[in-house]
């Protein structure tokens, strides 16, 4: 077998990742059409989120080109 594991284990994270985004903005969708008049708190709360989620999947990529192969 050629090549690296560490770009299956990237793969697995971008699964993760889109699982992680989806639920923050469902939730935010959610929340929104409950309560209308607490979007702009809840938007600014489902930014951070995917800014945080997005921040791991960044992480995990530097993390496949660091590893020796």
Avoid: D, K, Y
């Amino acid at each position: 077998m050629t090549g690296s594991i560490s770009v299956l284990g990237f793969g697995l994270t971008v699964v993760g990742v889109g699982i992680g985004v989806g639920l923050v903005f469902m939730a935010f969708i959610n929340g929104v059409a409950r309560q209308p008049e607490a979007r702009s708190a809840l938007q600014s709360v489902a930014f951070l989120g995917f800014a945080g989620i997005e921040a791991l999947a960044m992480l995990g990529l530097v993390l496949v080109f660091a590893t020796p192969v």
